[in-house]
């Protein structure tokens, strides 16, 4: 099958379950490959670091030969900003979430989340199907994210509305008729970016605590954020605060239960944990793919790319790459020297990696002990849409 029509069979939902054999082709092909649509498609190890580390290479939509959307938001999240902009916005929100600030904001809930875990689990019992998803998987990393920002317990489901909207316009593939998506996402993305405002407004010189509190009342005027600013940050906190986690855990659950002999080595030595969960970031992680964009042409290995060409680094693809990782397809919990592209690289590195891996580990240490007997139901299990955020839109399992 012709090589320039593999992003648009990765995007397919029919290829969801598996992508990876098609990663395979990609890597095979490269390590750069031109689409039909004009595109490039990157999906070795080696290149796809360089490229995230280059500072020739934007992460700004507008930075492209293509035309932005008409609608495109005023206001973008740092996450899809450039230097000197991203930096600003990213210090500006790091400050009450971690160090040097904060150091101590998301160790400081490792207990909390524990007992979440726990509590979400204590109703699993021999014989009940659960579905891993609505049951545990979102409700664990929604209640964190909520606790943190200071959102109210009972608007947490407003958020579940909204966020699957933006989620489901943030995804990557060939152009296709988005209007009414991207009318929806519009619409989501002010009815929140309210929300969340006026919530931070009413802490306004009553410091409650949480993140949303101290972005409000930022005593230095030069790292205040405008309240257009708030609103993009804390929507995309919110978003990679929790779409990302419940995929990794859902994800590491049906690995485990796929691989019963690696689930009973880490009901035997859970101090494995850790590792076991850098092994799922590696092996079935919950981002697949980003966007970039040169500014200036570029050389990848041999192959000139142009400026404002859009290239998409193919992250599960590298993370499975044989020149870099022995037996790629093999799920190791015990392995080393394991740099992978779970939570990206560069300077858009995540900086909520460490509260996933503490989500994560305490929510695979509180399942371990029922899945044992568990079995899936239905394998593979009906996936989400999104090609670039993937994981299982439901992962029923009898107990």
């Known amino acids: 099958m012709d090589s320039d029509t593999l992003l648009a069979r990765i995007t397919d939902y029919a290829n969801r379950p598996d992508p990876f054999p098609l990663y395979a082709e990609l890597r095979e092909a490269g390590p750069v490959v031109r689409q039909a649509d004009g595109s490039c498609l990157i999906g070795t190890y080696h290149e796809i670091a360089a490229l995230l580390h280059d500072p020739r290479m934007s992460a700004d939509p507008r930075s492209g030969t293509a035309s932005p959307p ?183 659950v049906l690995t485990l239960l796929r691989q019963p002999e690696q689930l009973d080595q880490l009901r035997r030595e859970p101090g494995l944990l850790p590792q076991a969960v850098e092994e799922l970031l590696r092996y079935e992680p919950p981002v697949h793919m980003r966007e970039r964009i040169p500014l200036a042409d570029i050389d990848v290995a041999g192959t000139t790319i142009a400026a404002g060409t859009s290239v998409i680094l193919a992250l599960a693809s590298g993370s499975r790459d044989p020149k870099r990782f022995r037996e790629p397809d093999r799920f190791d919990p015990t392995r080393p020297d394991n740099q992978h592209f779970g939570f990206g690289s560069g300077i858009h590195l995540c900086y909520g990696a460490p509260l996933a891996r503490i989500e994560a580990e305490a929510a695979l240490g509180a399942l371990l002990p029922h899945l044992s007997t568990a079995r899936l139901i239905q394998d593979p299990p009906p996936y989400r849409q999104n090609a670039m955020l993937r994981g299982p839109r439901h992962l029923p399992v009898q107990l």
């Open 70 to 252: 008409s609608e495109e938001p005023a206001h973008l999240p740092f996450l899809r900003l450039d230097d000197p902009e991203h930096h600003r916005l990213r210090n500006s929100a790091m400050r009450p979430f971690g160090p040097p600030h904060s150091p101590g904001r998301v160790n400081a809930m490792r207990g909390e989340i524990v007992e979440i875990t726990k509590h979400l689990a204590e109703s699993f019992q021999p014989g009940r199907q659960i579905d891993v998803v609505d049951d545990f998987a979102y409700p664990l990393p929604v209640t964190v994210i909520c606790r943190l920002l200071g959102v109210p317990q009972e608007d947490e489901q407003l958020f579940q509305a909204w966020t699957e909207v933006l989620v489901a316009s943030a995804d990557i593939g060939p152009e296709g008729d988005t209007a009414e998506q991207d009318r929806a996402a519009r619409q989501a993305r002010q009815e929140m970016g309210l929300y969340l405002i006026n919530l931070a407004e009413q802490r306004r010189g009553s410091p409650t605590g949480d993140m949303l509190s101290d972005f409000i009342n930022e005593p230095d005027p030069a790292l205040r954020l405008t309240g257009e600013e708030l609103a993009e940050t804390t929507m995309l906190l919110f978003i990679a605060g929790h779409e990302t986690t419940v995929n990794l855990i859902t994800n590491g």
